[in-house]
């Protein structure tokens, strides 16, 4: 079978989603559609609104035909990290064929094109990147500059930086794989209000937490506002810089440095912050350099244990697929993802079966899981990974 893959997060999904899922199988003519999703924890350093195995339950249910976890150490690192453990995982699945993604812009032979540019740097792009920096400006700003003058068609735009990084990681780990850009419809990336049917995550998160659950019923399908519903007057986002803050006092400045990106003194800002009244550590410490972004991934993988020296040595090591949630009657790319040339975890106790530094990373899930249920004041229960169909939409 031929399946196209789709790199998420779906915090929450929403009809852009399911737009782009339809487009994928549209435009593909796939077998299946599978997903491979970040788990409790999301990129941008926060947990996800919604647990994991209820948010590939609403993937299924839009139509996928499968939905595995990227693991922990990818799913809260940068984009390059993000991306190439996806990539990577994917090359393991036999018949995995397609990878399509939302972009700004841009074809796939244009994403390649920037990937091999951004390989082979040349050293006036690699100083003028240094001289940026220096003046305070932070890596990707300072990349995308910099490169203006000898690439302008270089992607600078969410989306697109992202689709540059998949496209790097394909050439290293699955140069047959083919990319499938579709453009962004209705909200940019980083919209905050609403626009009606094709708002963005960042909008529907926004209008959550503002209160204005009616309205969010044009955003997204039926079921996933009823999930959202019942989050009602939680405060995770308390808890989360409780755990957080404790960990950085509880933290050696050289092992934070460990930690990816936490660089340039960066340590030293962050435990002084720590020690002080400061409420936000991300906002106190925002600037051109270090964005809100960079400085959450930090404190959350300060929390989780996770150092860059572990994420690189999870990309050169054979991991695992966690399934999360499966449709009905899909036992074929059930049989694909069997067939994967890293084990598949789908029943309780499959851990058992990982060693070495799999095991390590399986086990950092698990810790994730564990200090998700704590952000979110839930209760400790059994895997529940999802089997269902999909549901039709106006």
Known sequence: MKICAIICEYNPFHFGHLYHLREARRLTDCDAVLCIMSGNFVQRGEAALLDKYERAAHAVRAGA??????PSVFCTSSAEFFAT???????????VTWLCFGAESGSAEDFLAAARALNDEPLSVSEEISRRMREGTGFVRARAEAWKNHLPDMPDLPNNILGTEY????????????????????????????????????????AFFRGERESLAEAV???VAESLARLSGYTDSDRLELLEKYALLNVSRQK????????????????????SNVRNIPAALTSRRYTTSRI????????????????????NAPLYLRLLAIGNGREEILSALGNATVPLLAKTGDEKRLTGIAKECAEKDLFADEVFRLVKNLAPEKKRIFSGGPQTFA
Request: net charge positive; aromatic share 6%.
């Open 65 to 70: 035909d499968a939905v595995v976890e990227l």
């Open 256 to 275: 934070l440095a460990s930690v990816t990106d936490c660089k340039e003194g960066l340590e030293n800002a962050l435990k002084k912050a720590a020690k």
């Open 85 to 95: 453990g996806a990539v990577k995982l994917l090359s393991c699945v036999p018949g």
């Open 167 to 206: 496209a790097r990681a394909a050439l290293r780990f699955f140069p047959e794989l083919q990319l499938v850009p579709v453009p962004r419809t209705g909200s940019g990336y980083s919209d905050k209000v609403l626009n009606g049917k094709y708002s963005s995550a960042t909008a529907v998160r926004a």
């Open 221 to 223: 399908p039926a079921y």
């Open 296 to 315: 959450r991934r930090i404190l959350l993988q300060n929390l989780l244990g996770i150092t860059e020296c572990f994420v690189r040595e999870c990309l």
